[in-house]
């Protein structure tokens, strides 16, 4: 199934909020409606974000048209939508990507944006297969009857458009019988491992363990873990990699382990006007996400939270980044 598509006229998509335990549509006609989702992660993931950017121009176009808005009006409007998230790179990628067809008519507009879908589908199946065969060269002095992998958060369909980047480069290994085990973090605070990679890794048939985000370092550290794999949201200039809040200590302990910690994303994740890890925004969600659980507050009435989002891992522990059209390695000093 996709993630996110169009229909008719509207789009599409999976609202990953109520995943694993409801598999729920939603339909949105309205460009605020989608900026809206995005906040609040019905749809996530930069390849994903990526489709709902492209979309989202088209969304609006047709919303323009319906409601007499002017230039400023739309233009406004692709603003908002381009800053729904800050940090994922793919978002505004998308939306520049299908505007500049706007002078072009509709017709121009629906075409790049449903190519973007398209691409995203075919760009990450070549990841897949370029990021298992590196895996298997890194890993080729691994015992066993095969890999434990280890990753962080969700980069399977989920994220993308219908195929994943670090989770496709699993789905590879898994269907050459080369997997033993996938340690999939739970991913705190809004638990997008256990709920949405354990789903993904559960359709897939492979053997995986949940685990909270604390215990990856030490499974590392304790010989489990062959290989972690894990997506992005920003890979600046330098090879500095943006990715969920918890990937910097899982990068740490690769390196102080020896085994290989490997980035698996589109090259329209990576961001040449961000020199470094240190100019791309973090961003920062409510501290409610932290202090409840299920509607239940765990803490106590008084106290309050940092929510960052996402954390950025120096280039020099980044083994390697794999991308749709290459290797790059930037712990030997290659950038991207």
């Known amino acids: 199934m ?23 549509s939603l339909t949105l006609t309205d460009v605020d409606a989608l900026a809206d989702a995005i906040r609040r992660l019905a749809v996530r993931g930069a390849p994903a974000l990526g489709a709902a950017g492209a979309l989202g121009v088209l969304l609006a176009m047709r919303q323009a048209e ?12 692709l603003d908002r939508l381009r800053r729904a998230r800050p940090t994922a790179v793919n978002l505004a990628w998308g939306v520049d990507r299908v505007a ?25 199946r070549a990841m897949g297969e370029r990021g298992a065969d590196l895996v298997e060269t890194l890993c080729s002095g691994a015992g ?6 280890h990753t962080h958060c969700n980069a399977g369909g989920l994220a993308a458009v219908e195929v994943g980047t670090a989770l496709e480069v699993v789905r590879a290994l898994h269907a050459r ?31 995986y363990r949940v685990v909270v985000d604390g215990a990856g370092p030490s499974l590392i550290a304790r010989g489990l873990v062959d290989a972690v794999l894990v ?20 990068a740490l302990a690769a390196a102080r382990s020896g085994i290989p910690f490997v980035v698996v994303a589109p090259e329209s994740t ?13 961003e920062d969600r409510d501290g409610e996400e932290v202090l409840t659980w299920n509607g239940h507050r765990v803490a106590p009435a008084g106290a309050e939270a940092v929510n960052p989002a996402f954390d950025v891992t120096p280039a020099d522990l980044v083994t390697a980044i794999v991308t749709e059209r290459r290797v ?3 712990a030997t000093g290659e950038r991207p």
């Open 177 to 207: 019988g080369h997997v033993e085990r996938v340690y999939a973090d739970e991913t705190r605070p809004l638990l997008q491992g256990s709920r949405l990679t354990a789903w993904e890794l559960e359709r897939m048939g492979a053997d």
């Open 270 to 282: 990576i961001d040449p006007a961000t020199p470094d890890g240190a100019a791309i925004a973090i």
């Open 231 to 250: 997506g992005s949201d920003r890979i600046a200039a330098s090879g500095d990699v943006a990715n969920k809040i918890g990937t910097y200590p899982l």
């Open 2 to 24: 996709r993630t996110i598509d169009w229909s008719g006229d509207a789009v599409v998509m999976l609202d990953q909020t109520v995943l694993p335990h409801e598999v729920r």
């Open 144 to 149: 066993g009857s095969g890999l434990r992998l």
């Open 328 to 330: 790059v390695r930037p």
């Open 66 to 77: 319906a409601e007499g808005w002017d230039e400023a009006a739309l233009a406004a409007a």
């Open 100 to 124: 500049a067809r706007l002078p072009e008519g509709e017709a121009a507009v629906r075409a790049e944006a449903l190519a973007v879908l398209d691409e995203d589908v075919a760009v990450n």
